[in-house]
């Protein structure tokens, strides 16, 4: 199957730092990146969607002007935690989808581990 | 708008044991339909996934689901409990044919402890 890495895997800032997550499809294009947010013993909950070339598209409740994504190839896209505080601590999961002829999947990242002091 | 409803947080078997986690969907159109599994730490695995194809979909580690449109669900079952498998699971559902708008939308997750 498909990979999707991220990096870093976990993270540990002070409070009112940045911190930017890469996230990665090493062997195919996509076309549309997705962010989620999973705080613990919680589901994930989308936070945004990227299109390469374009801004991405943040669901309500979600800062754009804090959570800053770039897609800016067909392979990376990335998430940078701006002026970050103790309540953004969460794990971050990107993900990544096929939409080329004859295949239709989305992939997921292992995640980053985000701890702010 | 699409959801899903994991019914029980918790679900605790025995080893050698039937496993039925429960899944209700809602949608205005036919939906994608998704089981992942995630162990601690972890990223998601997709354990197998329903897309409008045969409703009786077959995954990984011998997990299975049946897709009922009359009772809007799309349970997931293992014949027999292993210890591996205890683990978080989530039920998702998307909108048909992953177009640039669709997205993947979660359930709230169900851990399965398995008990010796």
């Known amino acids: 199957g498909a990979v999707v890495s991220q990096h870093p895997s976990r993270v540990i800032c002070k409070s009112g730092t940045s911190v930017k997550i890469e996230c990665r499809s090493l062997?195919?294009?996509?076309?549309?990146m997705f962010w989620y947010r999973q705080f613990p013993k919680q589901s994930l909950m989308l936070m945004a969607t990227?299109?390469?070339?374009?801004?991405?598209?943040?669901e309500q409740g979600v800062e754009k002007d804090k959570f800053l994504i770039n897609h800016a190839s067909l392979t990376l896209s990335t998430l940078t935690v701006t002026s970050a505080h103790p309540e953004d601590s969460s794990f971050y999961i990107c993900?990544?989808?096929?939409?080329?002829?004859?295949?239709?999947?989305?992939?997921f990242g292992p995640g980053t581990r985000l701890t702010v002091l | 708008a699409q959801s899903v409803t994991q019914l029980g947080s918790h679900v605790s078997v025995s080893e050698g044991a039937l496993v039925l986690l429960r899944c209700n969907y809602s949608?205005?159109?036919?939906?994608?339909l998704f089981w992942y599994v995630q162990y601690p730490n972890q990223g998601l695995q997709l354990l197998l996934k329903?897309?409008?194809?045969?409703?009786l979909v077959k995954g990984i580690n011998g997990f299975e689901a049946e897709f009922k449109k009359s009772e809007t669900s799309f349970h997931l079952t293992k014949p027999s409990a292993h210890m591996s498998d205890a683990a978080e699971y989530f039920c998702?559902?998307?909108?048909?044919?992953?177009?640039?708008?669709?997205?993947?939308?979660f359930g709230s997750g169900t851990r399965l402890s398995i008990r010796p």
């Open positions: 993900s990544a989808r096929i939409h080329s002829q004859g295949r239709r999947e989305q992939f």
């Open positions: 062997d195919f294009q996509a076309t549309t």
């Open positions: 990227s299109n390469e070339g374009s801004k991405a598209t943040y």
């Open positions: 949608s205005s159109v036919p939906p994608y």
């Open positions: 329903y897309t409008s194809a045969a409703t």
């Open positions: 998702a559902v998307s909108d048909p044919g992953y177009s640039s708008a669709s997205k993947i939308i």
